[in-house]
């Protein structure tokens, strides 16, 4: 039996549209890893071979916003059976060094592994319409929500000031905030636990939050 070709597209205002990715944005898409993530490690930057398997093994889950014909913003995503009770993992192991192959496809809830919006796009809440369409897709395939790791941008600058975890206790409570995790939880996400050396990131001091936001909840 011959599957349906998943499709999502909205015109998203200002002559910008969220869709689905297509092969002929592998490309673009590699190019912006590279501005979107400067500093992380060469090794886990997603490439164009990876995207196109990506579109191979979970069309649905995988999102761009366009300009035109130019690729502005993008998120990767797959499913997964996530075990709350033993949440420690890393980034590099979980894209399975860019191939997506962990991707469950009865997994029910929708990872996202990354999102980014090029420099000159940021500031038009583009990050919160993609968070928003993954949420319309974790919800037309039945899942329990979204969660992800945010990467605890902030913490880079003071890391030789206080530990990760007083960076992190630091924002619960609302006494600091993240560019990333606190735009996260803003939008609704909620903050499950720490995770060190996530990946290998400076900016970041390799420290991830886990976050999550469940299918009940707007964005």
């Not at 998120?75 to 192991?93: I, L, N, Q, W």
Request: with cysteine; proline share 4%.
């Amino acid at each position: 039996m011959e599957t349906k070709k998943y499709f999502y597209r909205k015109d998203i205002g200002n002559g910008l549209v969220v869709q689905s990715m297509q092969p002929e944005d592998a490309g673009q898409l590699e190019a912006l890893q590279r501005i979107v993530f400067p500093t992380l490690a060469d090794d886990e930057l997603i490439r164009a071979e990876h995207y196109l398997r990506h579109l191979e093994l979970f069309p649905e889950g995988q999102l761009v916003i366009k300009d035109g014909d130019k690729v502005v913003a993008m998120t990767t995503t797959m499913r997964s059976k996530f075990d709350f009770d033993h949440y420690h993992h890393t980034f590099k192991e979980t894209i399975a060094g860019g191939w997506l192959t962990n991707h469950d496809p009865e997994g029910d809830w929708l990872y996202g592994l990354d999102i980014g919006v090029h420099p000159d796009y940021r500031g038009r809440g583009l990050a919160r319409i993609l968070y928003r369409a993954r949420h319309e897709i974790a919800r037309q395939l039945g899942l329990k929500g979204q969660i992800t790791v945010g990467m605890m941008n902030g913490y880079g600058a003071v890391s030789d000031q206080m530990s990760g975890e007083q960076f992190y206790q630091e924002l619960l409570a609302g006494k600091r905030t993240d560019p990333t995790v606190s735009a996260q939880m803003k939008i609704g996400f909620e903050p499950i636990a720490l995770i060190p050396d996530y990946l290998n990131d400076p900016a970041c001091g390799n420290y991830g939050v886990l976050i999550k936001i469940d299918i009940d909840k707007t964005i």
